[in-house]
């Protein structure tokens, strides 16, 4: 599409929101657009989530903890060949895991955000 093809399109702004700038961006660029847009929106319902959901904070506070927890029982130990290595090790990388996949969800939708709006300044 040419630049004045999209003369006339309204720009999609902060001002529109949710469906609306949706559908005009998936109207100017395509259907590759869906798979971005469906990042940003599980982005925002992940920040979302952790925000507002008491379950959230519980999750996150509890993975920080089993982390802490974890990390002072390896440090305490003499040796680290014996089962409780092995289980202190293991929750300490579920907790990690914990923290990194909700982190990676609001992380990918950022970046999927600033991809929309380098596509929509490109199309302008």
Known sequence: MTRESHEHDPPV???????????????????GLKHLIEIVRFGQETELFLK?????????????????????QLLDMNSLSDTKAAEAHFNARVAVAILRWLDEAVTQGREAELAIQGLDNAER
């Open 13 to 31: 702004t902060a001002e529109l929101e949710g469906a609306e700038a949706e559908a005009q961006l998936e109207a100017r660029l395509g259907d």
């Open 52 to 72: 507002e959901q008491p379950v959230a904070r519980y999750l996150v506070e509890r993975a920080e903890r089993q982390l802490t927890e974890s990390t002072r």
